[in-house]
């Protein structure tokens, strides 16, 4: 057995937690999880709220847990309630998960709910609902954690949303080509022969090989996805970090970091306190970044003469139609 650790991968940083909380974030962030919406009513309020922290526990008996920062405005409702509902999120509910994870009043009416039979709002369009008892609540450094046991469940259709590196991502099956191939092998994986693959197969692997690629040259120009899509959208406009948030779809901690990175480079200031926007080099690494896109699409595609090409992206185009209203 090797007793290299992890030979040839670079390490981006290591440490002790105390010394550094964010970097110790950014390691547990690495492990991709579900998203849900934590609900309850104590009778007359009702809370709800975006959860990663989520678990089973136990089968027999049906035990569930979560973990809520002590400091959390909902705490005191989901205590008094002693129930709650778990809502695990579908892929099209990003915008529910945002809006759940703003300490605003008014998140059900904005909203479609109803009322589930332990008295918890439950949300349309999810793909699971847990409604459980309060079983038992146990300290854990700055969150408690809430165990409950099952009382009933719903599962629907629809496939999940999922959590990780701070940003909102879909399931996808591990692309057919890259199987068997990739975790035992010490060596690169090598493009293998596609001929036999279906055409949703190969679209599928080509969309991982791309997005692959595409991540590697970001990380090697030093850029975060949340300072990546920052930059996109300063340099077309003024805008406030709860607008960012709205429209980046990823977690607070991640912006805030990024937004922290990009002011340190002097590549952001802060208008009346809440307008962002992006100074003139800002400006100018933006058109850099752009170039960067630019420069990967023309490479991608060399090769391919303007009428293949302006085909291959007419197929693409119609499959995009065609999938939409099938
Ligand atoms: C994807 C995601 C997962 C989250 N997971 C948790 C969690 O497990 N526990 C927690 O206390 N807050 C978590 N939060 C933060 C809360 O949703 C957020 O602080 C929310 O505003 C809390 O509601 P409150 O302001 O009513 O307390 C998460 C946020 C997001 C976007």
Partial sequence: MDMIKNP???????GVPDEDIRTFRKCLSQFATGVT????????????????????????????????????ASLRIFQEARHYAVN????????????????????????????GILGAPLLNGVICTLECSLENTIDGGDHLILIGRVKHYTRYNGTPLLFYQGRYGVANDLPAALMKQASLSKEP????????????????????LISSRFNTQRQALG?????????????????????????????????KDALQAIKKRQHLEYQDTQKI????????????????VKNFEANLIQGLDKNTLETTLGVIDSLINQAKSA
Wanted: glycine residues 4%; contains cysteine.
């Fill in 8 to 14: 040839g991968i670079k390490i981006i940083e290591s």
């Fill in 37 to 72: 919406v934590m609900t309850a009513s104590n009778g007359t309020e009702m809370a709800g709220m975006s959860v990663n922290s989520f678990a089973s526990l136990s089968l027999e008996p049906p035990l569930v847990l979560w973990s809520i920062r002590k400091e959390s």
């Fill in 88 to 115: 695990i999120l579908s892929d099209n509910q990003a915008d529910i998960s945002n809006l759940f994870s703003k300490s605003t009043e008014d998140k059900f009416s904005k909203a479609s709910w109803f009322k």
């Fill in 189 to 208: 994986v090598n493009a293998p022969s596609t001929p036999h693959l279906s055409l949703l197969r190969r679209l599928h692997y080509v969309s991982h």
């Fill in 223 to 255: 850029i975060s996805v949340a300072e990546f899509r920052i930059y996109g959208w300063l340099n077309a406009q003024t805008m406030t970090e709860q607008e960012l948030q709205e429209c980046i779809y990823l977690s607070q901690e991640e912006i």
């Fill in 277 to 292: 926007h992006l100074t003139k080099t800002g400006r100018e690494y933006a058109m850099f970044i752009n170039q960067q």
